[in-house]
């Protein structure tokens, strides 16, 4: 196991960002508004919360006007949060907390399980749906449109149910069962509900531009029948791929069944009844990673009143499966255990009422529900969410589920300059509490046993040059997930130091070996591969190969002791001394000169001995022969070298070695 190592670099590059947000929805849940302590007409009793800043504490708000038994939907901006409308399917607020002008005598009831549900048409227009608790009048629509003055101006409207548009029938005789699914292409809806009576579902397609007044009929599942209140929700996975219909009891030995579908959110389609319980059922919802179900149950028929929380494991999609999971997150005596519904922090909260009152001042939290049985931290209303003196009643607000699904991570975070030799950092930052465990792969073979990590960060120093694939795996209870990303690990240019002697009045190139960079930037301003220089000081060379850089200094010095040797404007430079002594100064002798086309120097000891020769300039004498180390004496040169008129001009000398 690699050290973790917290990484401080300013410096480092973000080349891939994942999303990292402690917010699981869309900000049009922000705001919760529920409950109430009368059947009817207004009340000064409903619940409110604000789930503005859920990375530290959501907070009970009371500024509602709206009494909701049961059913209730509300709707935030999505871009800012802020209020827009809430209703219990009889009346309309508007963000005043006033009843829009237009805004009463809606078609539903405050005592159905479902009875509304808002869905945006456009920016600025909203669909509001309503279903009755009877099933007599059935499921309605209305449009609410934010242009107009409704309570406020002209210039600042608070918008207003458009009068053409209100209270449109979609379905007469359906169930107290409103949900709505996005489409398989993210930019429309289906709105389901179920018939009053037999196995019919009932799914609208619902557009920008309309809802299609035909619905995509399902004959699938339980009969309901006739007699009896189909209470109890329908809620929809938040990946849209699954619902779950439950029914409550009313008749002791009646078998209602509560069951699982599939849902094909590219067609309308439901099929696939899987029966997970014949008991009285109200709440239900899917985790938000859709891997877990919660239901509710109460018995009231018999005594004592009692009521439970099971939680299903839908990893594995089939019958036996999903009944044989069931956990039993909480059982507890005269309480009813009602609405769960998902919030914007990844929370699920729960309705639980006190049967005494039928009323809860507080909401029942699952802390983590994608967790499997107890790890999902349920708090029971007394250490949950207080609610500032509000009452909650049987219902919360009904959203589209889609809004709390867990994002799926496509990517993941990885710094660096990637050059050879640098470290390379990897980090998970995703938010998903479905991970059990992350293993790194790096794609890097011949790294060994250091190819592979684990841990939510790792680092890896690659082994060479060119691109890996790095694969991170993530381990669920029901999947393993694999996100991948090429990494190009560039060649890592070297600085390097050199120092150069001159003679007075000449000139030196100064360059670098390699020639494989992209770019050459010279202290001077110059960005050729090297530069001529007479002046002596330091100079800095700044390398560049795709995103990694290198620094070169050139240390030019005064060269001591040298001879000047002129003929016909061409001029060579020697020196009279040098000494060898590996100190980085006047360590060989070296001929240099300007306009040079041809030179041979060839150096004799005292008895006549040749003992170095050379054709390069840039050559110089280190002071052996063979790689045997001469001693201090004095030396003679021979040197020929042709100038740029074509002639050859021989010079002749000494030079000391000094040791």
């Given amino acids: 196991m690699k050290y973790r190592e917290t ?8 080349i891939a960002l994942s999303i990292n947000t402690v917010l699981f929805a869309q ?4 705001y919760w508004y529920f409950g109430g302590d009368n059947e009817s ?27 909701a038994y049961e059913g209730c939907a509300v709707m935030s901006d999505k871009n800012t949060g802020d209020l827009l409308f809430y209703t219990n399917s009889l009346d309309i607020w508007d963000k005043s907390h006033n009843v829009m002008p237009n805004g009463t005598g809606l078609m539903g009831d405050i005592s159905t399980t479902q009875s509304s549900l808002v869905l945006p048409s456009t920016i600025d227009r909203f669909y509001v749906f309503t279903s009755d608790n009877t099933g007599v009048d059935g499921l309605f629509y209305s449009m609410v449109n934010m242009n107009l003055p409704g309570n406020g101006t002209i210039n600042d409207p608070l918008g207003d149910v458009i009068p053409g548009d209100k209270n449109i029938r979609l379905y007469n005789r359906t169930a107290e069962k409103l949900v709505a699914v996005e489409h398989k292409n993210e930019n429309e809806f289906w709105v389901l509900s179920h018939t009053m009576l037999g196995d019919t ?5 619902v557009t920008p531009s309309g809802i299609d007044p035909i619905p995509v009929k399902s004959n699938v599942g339980y009969a309901y029948p006739a007699g009896v209140s189909q209470y109890g929700y329908l809620k929809a996975s938040p990946d849209g791929k699954h619902l779950v219909a439950v029914m409550g009891l009313q008749t002791i030995g009646a ?120 790890a999902c931290n349920y708090r029971r209303p007394g250490n949950g969410i207080y609610l500032n003196g509000r009452k909650s009643r049987f219902g919360l607000p009904n959203f589209l589920d889609a809004y709390f699904k867990t994002p799926e991570a496509d990517s993941f975070t990885v710094t660096s300059s990637f050059c050879h030799t ?115 000081g330091e100079y800095f060379l700044e390398l560049q190969l795709a995103d990694c850089f290198a620094e070169s200094q050139f240390d030019v010095l005064r060269k001591e002791g040298c001879i000047s040797i002129t003929d016909n404007d061409e001029s060579i430079f020697t020196p009279n001394v040098f000494s060898p002594n590996n100190n980085d100064h006047n360590d060989k002798f070296y001929v240099m000169g300007e306009n040079i086309e041809f030179l041979k120097l060839m150096i004799y000891d005292r008895w006549g001995n ?50």
């Fill in 255 to 374: 078998e209602y069944r509560s069951q699982l579908f599939d849902f094909d959110n590219a067609t309308g389609i439901v099929k696939n009844p899987i029966t997970i319980g014949y008991t009285a059922n109200y709440g239900a919802s899917f985790s938000p990673d859709s891997k877990k179900l919660y239901v509710t149950e109460t018995q009231s028929w018999i005594s004592p009143f009692y009521s439970k929380l099971f939680q299903f494991d839908l990893c594995d999609w089939d019958s036996a499966s999903i009944v044989n999971s069931r956990v039993t997150i909480d059982s507890t005596l005269d309480v009813f255990h009602a609405a769960l519904q998902l919030g914007m922090d990844g929370k699920m909260y729960m309705a639980s009422l006190k049967v005494s009152t039928m009323a809860s001042d507080s909401l029942a939290v699952i802390d983590e529900p994608n967790k499997k049985g107890v």
């Fill in 41 to 67: 007409g207004p009340t000064m009793d409903a619940a409110g919360l604000d789930f503005e800043n859920v990375s530290s504490t959501m907070f009970a708000i009371t500024n509602s006007n709206l009494n």
């Fill in 610 to 659: 040749q003992v170095f020769e050379t054709s390069d300039i840039n050559q110089g004498w280190d002071g052996t022969n063979d790689g045997l180390v001469l001693g201090s004496d004095v030396y003679t040169y021979h040197l020929e070298y042709k100038n740029l008129k074509e002639s050859i001009n021989t010079r002749i000398g000494n030079v000391t070695l000094l040791r």
């Fill in 7 to 14: 990484i401080m670099n300013s410096c480092l590059i973000l």
């Fill in 27 to 30: 900000l049009e849940s922000r």
């Fill in 422 to 536: 640098d470290t390379v950092y990897f980090m998970d930052e995703f938010v998903d509490s479905t991970v059990l465990s992350r293993v790194w792969n790096f794609g890097d073979t011949l790294a060994g046993s250091d190819n592979i990590d684990s841990g939510d960060n790792s680092y890896h120093i690659f082994s060479d040059t060119g691109t890996y694939l790095v694969r991170l795996l993530l381990e669920r209870s029901c999947e393993v997930d694999t996100l991948e990303q090429m990494i190009t690990i560039n060649h890592q240019p070297v600085g390097e130091k050199y120092e150069i002697f001159i003679c007075e009045d000449s000139t030196v190139t100064l360059s670098v070996e390699d020639t494989i960079y992209d770019s050459y930037l010279w202290s001077t301003g110059e960005i050729s591969s090297s530069i001529e220089v007479q002046t002596i």
């Fill in 201 to 205: 579902f009932l799914a609208f397609h």
